[in-house]
């Protein structure tokens, strides 16, 4: 079983910057590709990176040269670089995982998800 924690939302203006990280349990999370999605009030999950377990990304057109995922396998984390932050960046974001070496965009292809952590863009 792997756990997964998020931490590094907040309140910030539009034009700012955060980095969330997802901390994972588990001897096994360097084999792992890792995701992250987002989801607004009212609106379906969607896609917004990805990470294989050497490294290899992808992007939703949406966050592509705004945002970066990255991974430390020695410290079990995956990071979500996030800048020039738009006010429609608003949700909550959720870091999920899944058992094989490759990423994914759809969600329903990994296995485990984070409790999700806030993120809110003003104008």
């Known amino acids: 079983q792997v756990q997964l924690v998020e931490s590094g939302g907040g309140l910030v203006q539009a034009g700012d910057s955060l980095r969330l990280a997802c901390a994972a349990s588990g001897r096994t999370f360097s084999s792992y590709g890792m995701g992250w999605f987002r989801q607004a009030p009212g609106k379906e999950r969607e896609f917004v990176a990805t990470?294989?377990?050497?490294?290899?990304?992808y992007y939703a057109d949406s966050v592509k040269g705004r945002f970066t995922i990255s991974r430390d396998n020695a410290k079990n984390t995956v990071y979500l670089q996030m800048n020039s932050l738009k006010p429609w960046d608003t949700a909550v974001y959720y870091c999920?995982?899944?058992?094989?070496?490759?990423?994914?965009?759809?969600?329903?292809?990994?296995?485990?998800w984070g409790q999700g952590t806030q993120v809110t863009v003003s104008s």
């Open positions: 990470i294989n377990s050497i490294g290899s990304t």
């Open positions: 999920a995982g899944r058992p094989y070496i490759s990423g994914s965009t759809y969600s329903r292809e990994y296995d485990y």
